[in-house]
């Protein structure tokens, strides 16, 4: 199965694609994660994206399309994957398509996280992850089970991300309503548009998506 988890910036796309990697076996494909590795490699991509990241804009559409069509040539996404944070513009979209196409794979769903812009601010600034791990945490609605050690390897380092500050959410939002909110009609028009309440608990977005995902 091939899902697009797709939502404004804080929207919970990171979370719940972690969530479904373990429950239902899928690949989760973070263009975010993957521009943020590439940063810290200090690689050629790294170093294109690093200014549009930390502005809070948009990485040029070839980058990001360029390592994407690359991760979906490993074997690992044969079973399915999940794409967060991907696509985030019209011709990301096409793109995909033609990916898709070219190697006779189908876009089961698009779901939708909807939340408003209000609630988005207060989770990211409230976010961190696992140095060792990556696993996601947040100061108020995701704390750790023993405060200061990770859930899911022991870990007791956490960092925050470079541009999750309130001037850099401002404009992700902005261009994520200009840019990336076109893709609802556009998915919407090709039939596999869902939409699930981003605004209620994790655990009950998460159900939402189950109900999403079981129903194919
Ligand atoms: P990216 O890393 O994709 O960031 P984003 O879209 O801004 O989304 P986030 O990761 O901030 O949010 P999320 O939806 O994953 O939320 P999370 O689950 O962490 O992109 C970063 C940058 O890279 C972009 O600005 C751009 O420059 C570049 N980039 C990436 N992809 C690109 C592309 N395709 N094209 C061009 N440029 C690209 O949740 C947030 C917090 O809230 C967490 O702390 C979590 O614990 C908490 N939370 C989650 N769900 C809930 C809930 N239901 N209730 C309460 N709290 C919750
Ligand atoms: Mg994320
Ligand atoms: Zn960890």
Request: hydrophobic content about 40%; proline content about 4%; aromatic content about 6%.
């Amino acid at each position: 199965m091939n899902i697009i988890l797709l939502g404004p910036p804080g929207a919970g796309k990171g979370t719940q694609a972690q969530r479904l990697m373990e429950t239902r076996r899928l690949v989760q494909l973070s263009t975010g994660d993957m521009l943020r590795a590439a940063v810290k490699a200090g690689s050629e991509v790294g170093r294109r994206a690093k200014a549009f990241m930390d502005a809070g804009q948009l990485v040029p559409d070839e980058v990001v399309i360029g390592i994407i069509a690359d991760r979906i040539e490993a074997p690992d996404c044969k079973n399915g994957f999940i794409l967060d944070g991907f696509p985030r513009t019209t011709a990301q979209a096409e793109a995909l398509d033609r990916m898709l196409a070219e190697k006779g794979l189908k876009l089961n769903v698009v779901i939708e996280m909807k939340v408003d812009d209000t609630a988005l601010v207060e989770r990211i600034a409230g976010r961190y992850a696992c140095a060792k791990c990556g696993a996601g945490y947040h100061d108020t609605f995701q704390k750790p089970k023993v405060a200061g050690v990770c859930d899911n390897c022991g870990g007791t380092e956490f960092t925050r991300r470079a541009d999750d500050n309130r001037e850099t959410v401002v404009t992700r939002l902005a261009a994520y309503h200009a840019q990336t909110a076109p893709l609802l009609p556009y998915y919407r028009a090709r039939g596999v548009l869902r939409e699930v309440d981003g605004m209620a608990s994790i655990d009950e977005v998460s159900r939402q998506i189950g109900r999403v995902l079981d129903s194919f």
